[in-house]
C-alpha cells in the first residue's frame, strides 16, 4: 500500500498552460524530493525540501517552481508548460535520519505529455 | 562536476548470480545506495552502504569500497521477477540529497 500518492498519474497538456502536480505523503516525513526522469534514463533531482517553508533548487535547471506549507504536501507547479516538460516527474520522501538505512519511498510518478 | 557509471545492459539466466556494477565521482560522498524500478514503476530501495564492505539483505547484496569509489549489488537466485533497471545513488552530504547513476536493465532469461 503506497504511503505517498502522486495525482494525477497521467497528464496530456497543451503548450502554455499552467499545471501543478500534487504529492502527498502520510509518513510525517520531513524531507521531500522531486526528481525528473526520462524512459529508460537517470533521475534527475530538480527540487527538495527538508521541512515546513524550506525549499531549494536541485541539480537539474528547471522552470517549475514548489511549495511546502504542509509537512506531507509537496506540489510542483509549472507555470507555462512546453513540449520540453514532457518526461516522468517522481515525488519521493524520507525519514530524518533515515534516506540513507531506508531510503527513498517514491510515488508512482506523474507522467507528462505537453503538445 | 559529479558522475556515476554502471554498465547500461547485463543477461542473465534463472537461477544464476549477477553483479551490477557501479562507479562514482561525486564532489561529497556520505554512502552508496541502490534501488529497483520495473518498467513504468516507481524506484523502491533496496540496500544502503555508508561504510566498506559487504551488506547482505535476503537474495541481494551490495558492497562498498570507498578507497575505490567502486559499489556492486549481487543478485543471487535469479528470478524472473528480477527483470528490472537497478539504480546506483550516490548520497552527496549530510543532508540526504542523493545523485543516482543511469541505471542498468537486468533482464532475466528463463
Known amino acids: 500500500e503506497a504511503d505517498i500518492y502522486q495525482t494525477p498519474r497521467y497528464l496530456v497538456i497543451g503548450t502554455g498552460k499552467k499545471i501543478t502536480l500534487e504529492c502527498s505523503q502520510t509518513m510525517g516525513h520531513d524531507k521531500m524530493y522531486w526528481y525528473q526522469q526520462d524512459p529508460g534514463m537517470e533521475l534527475h533531482l530538480i527540487h527538495y525540501s527538508y521541512g515546513v517553508n524550506s525549499t531549494e533548487k536541485g541539480d537539474l535547471s528547471s522552470e517549475s517552481t514548489v511549495s511546502r506549507i504542509r509537512t506531507e504536501h509537496f506540489p510542483l507547479t509549472l507555470e507555462s508548460a512546453r513540449p520540453s516538460h514532457t518526461s516522468q516527474y517522481l515525488c519521493a520522501s524520507s525519514a530524518s535520519q533515515g534516506a540513507g538505512q531506508d531510503g527513498y519511498t517514491f510515488g508512482s510518478g506523474t507522467r507528462l505529455t505537453v503538445v | 562536476g559529479q558522475s556515476l557509471e554502471q554498465p547500461s545492459e547485463v543477461t542473465a539466466v534463472e537461477g544464476a548470480i549477477v553483479q551490477i556494477n557501479c562507479t562514482y565521482q561525486t564532489s561529497g560522498f556520505y554512502g552508496l545506495s541502490w534501488y529497483q524500478q520495473h518498467d513504468g514503476g516507481a524506484p523502491t530501495f533496496l540496500s544502503y552502504n555508508g561504510l566498506d564492505g559487504l551488506e547482505e539483505t535476503g537474495r541481494f547484496s551490495s558492497f562498498l569500497s570507498r578507497s575505490d569509489s567502486y559499489g556492486y549489488l549481487l543478485l543471487q537466485e535469479l528470478q524472473m521477477k528480477d527483470s528490472a533497471s537497478y539504480f546506483c545513488?550516490?548520497?552527496?552530504?549530510?543532508?540526504?540529497?542523493?545523485?543516482f547513476g543511469p541505471g542498468t536493465r537486468l533482464s532475466v532469461l528463463p
Open positions: 545513488a550516490v548520497r552527496k552530504n549530510y543532508g540526504q540529497n542523493f545523485v
